[in-house]
Structures are given as structure tokens and as C-alpha cells.
């Protein structure tokens, strides 16, 4: 069949297997030739791509729960959506959550996924206390910061490189309602935004959404969102499922300058006032985009790119200026920026967070973007930052290598789990991983 990730770009023809226990993942990794593991598809380039694919959707069984601790012990393809809505009624909630509820646990682990909450609550993988893992020689092992400590490190935003994940156990945390307290900020350019951040960092969420048509004064403008859990008794709900749905692939031409410009001068028009906070329930606050189902054909039929940097700190406004510049002058300017701060890294061998600011992009996928991104790429490594993983289709080997610089400890892990020439993807082959 044909797969590709969220962005549809690429698209491959491959061989996909559905097991439904872990017993078959083990006779279909001891019976293939390389493959990879791919969960719902939410990562957005080719890193769940390959020519021979285990999806672990049906690996979907909660496994155990204890109430004292709140942790969660789940089969890997268990998606976020299923643990809200069975949790959030029983007053418990993710530690981190990225910014869709359909992606697996085995996908979360993987990719290493943050959320709003990264400069106070660390990545997903921070609350995960044990993962059980099928190595390439079909053996099946616990690994955990203190069981094989080397084989965590790198499954832990390893990119399903290092094995499949049958099952691991999450630390839940416990809330009292499902509303957030949310205050909107506008921030009128860039350094106001990051100061904004700076300023909130005991805000357990924030998140900016930033104009990246803007220029001049105005460049950086942005929308800064924080976010608390209400701390008084209140409902504990969660509605799932989604709202509308784009029938088919939109005219590419639907997104150009004029239309991306408008859609930003009314967003952050928007807010009227300098400053407000209002009750909201937590999923338009975590999961906006969620309620449009296939939103990604809003791209057209040639898919999109989105691209996702981290800066460090000392590089912050410097380094995010030239960059938003670049693209302001290109025109091509992403329909959605988000902008973030991260606290600091942990010490998983590919994981992406590092203490500074990432920004996140999305572009339609044509030659001429992809021209651009060679050029951001550049400004991103010479100003010390590095790409995320789970967003990308595009990455030169060199730029990886530059910008994940214990690649090579990655490497010599995956030799010594037997993990080399069986698991692999398109998205590794194409980053010179064996
Ligand atoms: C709207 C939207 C918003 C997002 N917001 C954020 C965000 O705020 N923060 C963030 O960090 N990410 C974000 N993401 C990215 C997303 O969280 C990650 O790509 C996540 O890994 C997707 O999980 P998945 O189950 O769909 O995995 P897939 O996309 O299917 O796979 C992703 C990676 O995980 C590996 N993998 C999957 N299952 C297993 C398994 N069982 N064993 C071993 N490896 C496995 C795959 O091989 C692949 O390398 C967003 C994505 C979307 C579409």
C-alpha cells in the first residue's frame, strides 16, 4: 500500500503488517528482512516510512493502573485519545502532551514529545518509568533509566530505531477540573514575546503563536497563550471526536501570500485587549487543530513540510530574527508558527528538547521551499540549534550529524542490541544511519 506521514510528503509504497500481539511483532521482525515501526501516522516526514512497515495500532490494551501512583501500564499503540478520555474523568491527565491526542505511546516514546509544559515538566519520556522493547533478534527486554540504561537512552527519541516498543508504564498526573485557566498575551514583536516568556516561566503552560508575514517594527508579533490547570473542584469531561472534516485535497493556490496574511492579521487582531484570561475546557487549549479532521489536505495533493528548530537561549533573539526574516522575505510564510521555550535537555541520545526557544513551521511542499529550508538549516546550525526529528523529510546527513552529535553513541547502542540493518526507515537511510 501507499504510506506517508501527517505532511503526505513523501509518500511510499511499502509492506504493512497489522500484528495484534506481541507474540506476532516477534515472528514478523525475526521473519523480515529491515523494517519499521509506525503507530498513527502523526509524524510528519518519513520517519514511520519504509519499504516493510509493523504498524502497533492494535497493540491497544490498557495493561494495569494503580491508583496510589498513577501509573499507567499500556501496550504501545494505545493513542492519548483513548487514555483522556478514560482518565480525565477519574481526575488524571497527561504529564506532557504534544499538540494532537492521536498519536500512540510507542509514537510519544519515539519521537521523545513535548508539549507546552517542557521548561517545567520535561518530554514525555521524563514520566515514562519502564519500556518493554522487542530487540532485532527477537529477545524480548525492560529497559528503564536503571535496566539497560544504554538501551533507554536511546529508544527514548530514538526514532523506533532501536527496536519495537511493546508496552511501557506513564506516570498520569493527577487535575481537579478539565477546564484550564487560560491568559492570552499580545506581545507587539519579537522581543516582546521572548521577554513575555521569560517573564511567565512559572506558567506551567505557554505557547506563542507568531506572525511570520509580519516585518519591519512589527516582526515577531505574536499571541502568547499560558495555561493552568483549574485548581478548584470542577467538571472532569473530555469530548472526543472531531467536528468537521476536510472532504478532499484543497487547490494548492488556497494558501498563498495574501491569504496567509490576512488569516494572520485576523488572528492576531483577534485579541482585542493587551492582555486577558478566561476558563476554557482543556481540549481548544491543548488541541486546536484536532476538531478539523484531515486538516492536512488543506495543503493540497503535493503535501506539506513542517519544520520544526531549537535555539539556545544565548542565541534566542538573534537567531530567531534571521530566521523569521528570511522567511518574511521569501513570502512563503508558514500558515501556523508556534513558538515555544524549553527548559533543559535530558539525556536521551537523539531527544530534541535543549534549554532555548524552538519554532515550528509548516510550508507547502515545492522546489522552491525547499531551496529556503537548505538556507534556514544553515542559520540554524551556525547559530548552535538543531532540527527535530519527527517533523522532518528534508535533512541533509551532514546537517544531522552536525546537529545530533552523539549520533555515533546512538550507533554503537543499536550494534549492540542487534537493532543495525533490521530496523530502519527512509527517513534513517536518508540521514546515514545503518
Ligand atoms: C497536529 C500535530 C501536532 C503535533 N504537536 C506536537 C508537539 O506539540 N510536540 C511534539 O513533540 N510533537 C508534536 N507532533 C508530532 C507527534 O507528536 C509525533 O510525530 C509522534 O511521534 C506521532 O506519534 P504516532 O503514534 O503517530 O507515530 P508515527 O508517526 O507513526 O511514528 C513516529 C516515530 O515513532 C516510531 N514508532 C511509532 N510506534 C513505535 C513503536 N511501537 N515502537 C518503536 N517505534 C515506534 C516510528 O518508527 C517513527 O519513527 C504533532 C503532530 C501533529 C500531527
Known amino acids: 500500500m501507499q504510506i506517508y506521514g501527517w505532511g503526505r510528503y513523501p509518500r511510499i509504497e511499502s509492506e504493512v503488517t497489522f500484528p495484534i500481539s506481541a507474540t506476532q511483532c516477534a515472528q514478523i521482525v525475526t521473519g523480515a528482512g529491515e523494517l519499521i515501526a509506525r503507530g498513527l501516522g502523526r509524524s510528519y516526514g518519513d520517519s514511520s516510512l519504509g519499504s516493510q512497515v509493523l504498524d502497533t495500532r492494535h497493540l491497544d490494551h490498557f495493561l494495569g493502573f494503580d491508583e496510589a501512583t498513577g ?11 483513548e487514555i483522556l478520555r478514560y482518565f480525565v474523568p477519574r481526575g488524571w491527565f497527561l504529564p506532557v502532551t504534544p499538540g494532537t491526542r492521536y ?37 524480548k527486554v525492560k529497559t528503564s533509566l536503571t535496566q539497560l540504561p544504554d538501551l533507554f537512552h536511546a529508544t527514548c527519541g530514538g526514532m523506533g530505531l ?12 493527577p487535575i481537579r477540573s478539565s477546564f484550564i485557566v487560560e491568559t492570552i498575551i499580545k506581545a507587539p514583536d519579537l522581543e516582546s514575546v521572548l521577554a513575555s516568556f521569560v517573564e511567565n516561566a512559572n506558567s506551567t503552560y505557554s505557547v506563542a503563536w507568531i506572525d511570520c508575514l509580519a516585518r519591519g517594527k512589527h516582526l515577531g508579533r505574536s499571541l502568547l497563550m499560558l495555561g493552568e490547570h483549574a485548581d478548584q473542584d470542577g467538571p472532569l ?15 494548492a493556490s488556497l494558501l498563498n501570500y495574501g491569504s496567509v496574511k490576512a488569516f494572520n492579521t485576523l488572528f492576531y487582531g483577534k485579541a482585542l485587549r493587551a492582555r486577558h484570561t ?14 478539523l479532521a484531515d486538516w492536512n489536505r488543506l495543503y493540497g495533493k503535493s503535501g506539506f513540510i513542517q ?5 539556545p537561549l544565548a542565541a534566542g533573539a538573534s537567531g530567531l530574527r534571521e530566521v523569521i526574516d528570511r522567511i518574511a522575505a521569501s513570502g512563503r510564510g508558514s500558515f501556523l508558527a508556534v513558538l515555544k521555550v524549553f527548559g533543559k535537555a535530558n539525556d536521551h541520545l537523539l531527544s530534541f528538547p535543549c534549554e532555548g526557544f524552538t519554532l515550528a513551521l509548516d510550508f507547502k511542499a515545492e522546489p522552491a521551499v525547499f531551496r529556503l529550508i537548505e538556507e534556514i538549516d544553515e542559520i540554524v546550525l551556525s547559530f548552535g540549534g538543531h532540527l527535530y526529528l519527527t517533523k522532518d523529510s528534508l535533512m541533509s546527513e551532514a546537517t544531522f550529524k552536525r546537529g545530533y552529535p552523539r549520533w555515533e553513541e546512538f550507533e554503537s ?13 527512509a527517513q534513517s537511510n536518508r540521514l546515514g544511519l545503518k
Open 237 to 251: 469531561q473530555t469530548k472526543s471526536g472531531q467536528l468537521f472534516k476536510v472532504p478532499l485535497d484543497m487547490p
Open 413 to 425: 547502542v543499536r550494534e549492540r542490541y542487534h537493532a543495525v540493518g533490521k530496523f530502519a526507515s
Open 278 to 291: 478566561r476558563h476554557i475546557p482543556f481540549e481548544p487549549f491543548f488541541y486546536p487543530l484536532d476538531k
Open 162 to 173: 532501536t527496536g519495537i516498543i511493546l508496552s511501557a508504564a506513564l506516570r498520569l498526573k
Open 71 to 81: 501509573v499507567l501500564v499500556c501496550e504501545a499503540g494505545v493513542s492519548l485519545d
Open 307 to 311: 519544520y520544526q528548530f531549537v535555539l
Open 103 to 139: 498519536v500512540t505511546i510507542g509514537g510519544a516514546i519515539a519521537s521523545d514529545v513535548h508539549g507546552k509544559n517542557h521548561h517545567v515538566e520535561g518530554t514525555f519520556t521524563d514520566h515514562v518509568t519502564w519500556i518493554e522493547i522487542l530487540l532485532g533478534d527477537g529477545e
